[in-house]
């Protein structure tokens, strides 16, 4: 049985400060700046999803590890933080060769990324 991160309800979805931070780099005559990079967040992450579920079924863990690391990346420039570990414990998963706990954390990662799908819709409205 895999063992799965607990995702903390203390921790939000999405840290405010990244979103902040973004918005502070765009003139206020143009348009939202994180609104720009979160659009491209949310179209970009489930094609990795979808990748990395391809992936983890092929048994190819270096594929694995490479759309991990990349997710946590993404997830970490949006200030989604409750994804960035899940996308971490995938890539060490997957470094071990152990594709069924990949596997287990990527049916979280995917809750995650609907719960920050949420926040970031209301967050560029």
């Given at each position: 049985m895999a063992l799965l991160l607990p995702v903390s309800a203390d921790v939000p979805v999405l840290d405010l400060t990244v979103m902040a931070a973004i918005r502070a780099l765009g003139d206020p005559d143009?348009?939202?700046?994180?609104?720009?990079?979160?659009?491209?967040f949310l179209i970009d992450v489930p094609v990795h999803l979808s990748a990395l579920g391809a992936?983890?079924?092929?048994?190819?863990?270096?594929?694995?590890?490479q759309i991990a690391h990349r997710l946590r990346g993404s997830a970490l420039?949006?200030?989604?933080?409750?994804?960035?570990?899940?996308?971490?414990?995938?890539?060490?998963?997957?470094?071990?060769?152990?594709?069924?706990?990949a596997a287990a954390q990527a049916e979280s990662l995917d809750r995650e990324f609907a719960a920050a799908?949420?926040?970031?819709?209301?967050?560029?409205?």
């Amino acid at each position: 049985m895999a063992l799965l991160l607990p995702v903390s309800a203390d921790v939000p979805v999405l840290d405010l400060t990244v979103m902040a931070a973004i918005r502070a780099l765009g003139d206020p005559d143009e348009p939202d700046v994180y609104a720009e990079v979160a659009l491209l967040f949310l179209i970009d992450v489930p094609v990795h999803l979808s990748a990395l579920g391809a992936a983890i079924a092929a048994a190819d863990c270096e594929t694995v590890m490479q759309i991990a690391h990349r997710l946590r990346g993404s997830a970490l420039e949006m200030g989604a933080v409750r994804m960035a570990p899940l996308c971490a414990a995938i890539e060490q998963a997957a470094r071990a060769g152990s594709l069924e706990h990949a596997a287990a954390q990527a049916e979280s990662l995917d809750r995650e990324f609907a719960a920050a799908t949420r926040e970031l819709e209301l967050a560029i409205r």
